[in-house]
């Protein structure tokens, strides 16, 4: 992997950070050839700070304020700073409008614990879970998407894979279950992004 540049990646999360955390670990054992270069998160309290902390890669804490434009465009002037080649969404539980997006055009991946066209927002893996024990449906998944526009949880999809739901789940055991495919996925959809196997300029078009 050395003959591989090293893609530059700031990650945005609002809560544990267990995904940062799988990008962490790739990142450090060679499995992944990126440099974190930033953590952002919009609540003070959020876990994966510390996890930032804890290997030094830098942070940022930036909390709501003022009209959605102004802090969109805010922080997409403080990221910038970092000069990202990606910015990955990895439980960032606020809508980005155009007014960040249209600095990062392609650059924008998100991760989403739910297959595409189904269960976009908040508490998927909840409602997948419901659904089943309602007999609507058998599945869920995961995928990860470039985010171009408003959309919630939609764009062109970079990487998907199907979770089954079994009879004895809780959502303890489901939700671990999506988790550790979203810490897979989530890497190696990266790594193709870094070794060029995948060009988000060819998926958006
Ligand atoms: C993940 O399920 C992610 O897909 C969703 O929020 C969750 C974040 O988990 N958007 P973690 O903070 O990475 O543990």
Redesign the pocket.
């Known amino acids: 992997m050395n003959d591989v540049r090293k893609i530059r990646l700031v990650v945005l999360?609002?809560?544990?950070?267990?995904?940062?955390?799988a990008l962490i670990d790739a990142s450090e054992r060679g499995a992944l050839p990126a440099n974190i270069v930033g953590v952002v998160s919009n609540r003070a309290d959020a876990f994966?700070l510390t996890r930032a902390h804890k290997h030094t890669i830098p942070t940022l804490f930036f909390p709501k304020q003022g009209t959605r434009r102004d802090y969109d465009a805010a922080l997409a002037e403080h990221i910038a700073t970092f000069r990202p080649d990606f910015v990955v969404?990895?439980?960032?539980?606020r809508l980005l409008s155009m007014a960040f997006l249209e600095h990062f055009p392609n650059r924008v991946v998100?991760?989403?614990?739910a297959l595409p066209g189904e269960l976009p927002g908040l508490h998927?893996?909840e409602r997948a879970l419901d659904e089943a024990r309602r007999g609507e449906r058998t599945h869920t998944g995961?995928m990860v998407h470039l985010v171009p526009d408003e959309g919630v949880d939609s764009g062109p999809v970079l990487a998907q894979e199907r979770v089954e739901i079994l009879a004895d789940d809780t959502l303890e055991t489901l939700r671990g279950r999506?988790?550790g495919l979203?810490h897979l996925l989530l890497v190696t959809t990266l790594r193709r992004l870094a070794t060029g196997d995948l060009d988000p300029d060819d998926l958006s078009t």
């Open positions: 999360i609002s809560g544990s950070g267990s995904n940062l955390q994966g969404l990895a439980g960032w539980l998100n991760l989403h614990p998927a893996i995961v999506v988790r979203e």
